[in-house]
């Protein structure tokens, strides 16, 4: 048997199957798109890069050489590495989490799957393998996405938003971005009289109608600019065929005037019935996703400048997010981990040091296609297809961050053209076939590369695989919460935590809420309810000890201490919270509820005030505010902030219910209720509310009423709704 055969079999193999992860969702796992995908990634690289450290001892050819973009893939890795461990959060930062499992671990292997794909893969032959498999696997993708449209699986981003197995439709639109190019690619290096030149426009066709149904805008931008700088780098250099020339040059002419009617005509009614033009159509900077963006991006442009060299390490844009809010985010969601545009968070995370190095990546790939030895390495199609699909990418970038398809998608082509630009000459001196090690020594060093390889996959792969099964079982509601062992009942999620690295965070953030729930149940046991609040509470003050600018941790301890009657920790803990992040309008609101419990009217009017301030358009921080002025004797002033509000639910407000009973004006609240309840714009819970302001005003039996009516809405609180009915009685 030759072994050098059997390695590099077995490295290819490795690398033939990662393009078939796009497809890859495991159901048992905790984030089931994100974790499998990136564990079985991980597995195949480790071993790959086993074989490939084991075939360095007997095959020079192997061995890796220098290029710049290998230089630049090294310098970017480096880069990551210092930002990482001097950053806020160095276990973060190294680990990342479940949801996005990022972090230095995954460059790491994204580095050698560029490395060991770069230096085996050293023909056009094997390249050839290697690409038709990634454009080839595009199928089952395509598959999926007809199944979604079709209504046979259902939509994991949204209705209408087609993201296949890949479980967000931006990780959808940039795959198929790229496939669409590749298929170009590979059609302009095939022979003519292949059949494969009839196969790939339909592989590209395919992939083109993915990127519209992904509605993925900057994808579709990015397809678009891609494609016209395709056609441009035609025009311009393709001298031998001055007639296609002018063809290209008219697609370019083309393009910008197709560009400017569609722009004239972005209100037009039949881009509205196109949702993927209409999508393209409401760009524009009244936009809200627009402007989530720009502000997102203003707030890591402040925390760079706080950092700017190496930046915040990696998964820590939450730190930037919490000190530098802006309160106008309030109107989207509550916690954002990126900025939503590549090149700012690799300035938040890796600082200017960080992005330059990224940044190499690029210059690297276009010194070699347009400047490096005068343009001998590659044909003028490869360098104009290749230059388009960096170009899409790019752009693609700017409005979203990336995933681990995308990385591997460019860590291939990096790894391809560093490959390519080898120059042949070196290759022709090398004596092949030249074995460095024999017999016994080649024994020993595979041993040792086996051992190796098996810690390596237990403690980065193996160890977070089985913690990401117990916690997906402890929260899934099948009665897994707990296991007995030794007859003495035990709490998963403490398996989790004693076992992760990767979600540990995730683990810590379930187990507080868990606890919660455990607290309020009458069929736990008292002993597993006094375990569940002393572990949650070890994990919270462990983790807040441990890093005590962790906003997100301070808002879980604030719910637990709060709904565990230890108001007066959850106000230590609030105040710091708002040291941390003064410009977070929630933080005040929760402020004014811990105020009002312990009847410090004036105190909870003056934070109700700030929470109005912070966000004057936000009706639940109006209410808040007038139901504190309220309290204080201000009803002018309340009925002037309310007016506005006339059939918004939010006036279904437990804190206005209490303030207008507490001065004797019941009856104005429940006009309010009743309003409200006429039109139909009463949840479940505002029931209950409307159900307790009837009672508190001395009209039981329409109390009653109202608590039925929540019963019907949900079937969950029927029971407790008749029982309490009974306590009336």
Request: charge should be neutral; hydrophobic fraction near 50%; charged fraction near 20%.
């Amino acid at each position: 048997m030759d072994l050098r055969k059997t390695l590099r079999w077995g490295i290819l193999v490795c690398l033939l199957v990662t393009p078939f992860l796009a497809n890859y969702v495991s159901d048992s796992m905790f984030f089931p798109f994100i974790t499998g995908k990136n564990f079985a990634f991980r597995i195949l690289v480790e071993v790959a890069t086993a074989m490939w450290a084991l075939l360095l001892f007997i095959d020079k050819e192997a061995r890796p050489r220098f290029s710049w973009i290998l230089a630049g893939a090294g310098a970017f890795l480096v880069a990551l590495t210092i930002a990482d461990f001097s950053g806020v959060d160095p276990q973060k930062s190294i680990w990342s989490n479940y949801e996005r499992m990022e972090g230095l671990v995954t460059h790491v292997h994204l580095f050698l799957y560029f490395l060991v794909a770069g230096s085996v893969l050293t023909s056009e032959h094997l390249w050839g393998w290697f690409a038709n498999t990634w454009l080839g696997s595009s199928i089952f993708i395509f598959f999926g996405a007809i199944a979604q449209i079709y209504g046979k699986e259902a939509y994991n981003f949204g209705a209408g938003r087609v993201d296949a197995g890949l479980g967000n439709a931006a990780y959808m639109g940039i795959y198929a971005v790229f496939n669409v190019f590749l298929a170009v690619l590979l059609w302009v290096k095939t022979d003519k009289k292949s059949w494969w030149r009839y196969a790939y426009p339909v592989f590209g066709l395919a992939n083109m109608y993915m990127v519209f149904k992904s509605q993925t805008r900057g994808s579709m931008l990015g397809m678009f600019a891609g494609a016209g700088l395709i056609a441009l780098c035609f025009a311009l250099f393709d001298k031998a065929r001055p007639q296609f020339r002018k063809y290209a040059a008219g697609a370019v002419l083309a393009g910008v005037l197709l560009t400017g009617l569609f722009v004239a005509n972005r209100h037009a009614e039949w881009i509205k019935n196109y949702p993927s033009l209409n999508r393209l159509a409401q760009i524009s900077a009244s936009d809200t996703t627009t402007n989530s963006r720009i502000t997102i991006w203003k707030m890591s442009y402040e925390g760079w400048k706080e950092r700017p060299v190496f930046g915040w390490g990696q998964e820590n844009f939450i730190y930037v997010f919490a000190k530098y809010y802006d309160p106008q985010m309030y109107h989207y969601e509550p916690w954002y981990d990126r900025s939503h545009d590549v090149f700012f968070d690799w300035l938040v995370a890796a600082g200017a040091v960080g992005l330059l190095a990224y940044l190499s990546l690029y210059v690297g790939i276009i010194y070699y296609l347009w400047f490096y030895k005068k343009g001998e390495v590659f044909s003028l199609a490869e360098k104009s297809v290749v230059t388009g699909m960096v170009a899409a990418y790019f752009i693609h970038n700017v409005f979203v961050f990336d995933n681990l398809v995308s990385y591997m998608f460019f860590f291939a082509l990096l790894g391809w053209m560093h490959a390519r630009v080898i120059p042949p000459v070196v290759l022709e001196q090398k004596k092949k076939g030249t074995t460095l090690l024999e017999g016994g020594d080649l024994f020993i060093v595979g041993s040792v590369l086996i051992v190796l390889l098996s810690a390596v996959m237990y403690f980065v792969n193996i160890r977070d695989i089985n913690a990401n099964h117990d916690l997906l079982k402890a929260i899934r509601g099948d009665g897994n919460a707990t296991y007995v062992e030794n007859g003495k009942q035990k709490i998963r999620l403490l398996d989790a935590l004693d076992q992760a690295e990767i979600g540990k965070s995730e683990a810590r953030e379930q187990l507080v809420q868990q606890a919660l729930q455990a607290m309020q149940q009458k069929n736990v046991p008292d002993t597993l309810k006094k375990e569940y609040f002393e572990m949650a509470q070890k994990e919270i003050e462990g983790e807040l000890a441990r890093n005590p600018t962790n906003l997100r941790m301070h808002t879980f301890a604030i719910m637990f201490y709060a709904n565990t009657g230890n108001i007066k920790h959850a106000e230590e803990i609030l105040a710091r919270a708002l040291e941390l992040s003064p410009t977070r309008g929630s933080l005040y609101l929760d402020s004014v509820n811990m105020r009002l419990s312990n009847s410090d009217v004036p105190g909870a009017l003056q934070l109700a005030e700030k929470a109005h301030e912070l966000m004057p358009d936000n009706s639940k921080a109006t209410v808040a505010y007038a139901a504190m002025l309220i309290l204080s004797g201000k009803q002018a002033l309340a009925k002037e902030l309310l007016t506005p509000l006339a059939g918004d639910p939010a006036l279904v407000d437990e804190r206005l219910a209490y303030a207008y009973s507490k001065v004797g004006a019941a009856s104005e609240m429940i006009s309010i209720f009743a309003g409200l309840d006429a039109a139909g714009k009463l949840s479940s819970q505002n029931y209950l509310v409307y159900a307790d302001a009837l009672m508190k005003a001395g009209r039981k039996q329409e109390g009653v009423a109202m608590l039925r009516k929540a019963a019907t809405l949900d079937a969950s609180l029927s029971a407790k709704v008749e029982e309490y009915i009974k306590t009336l009685k």
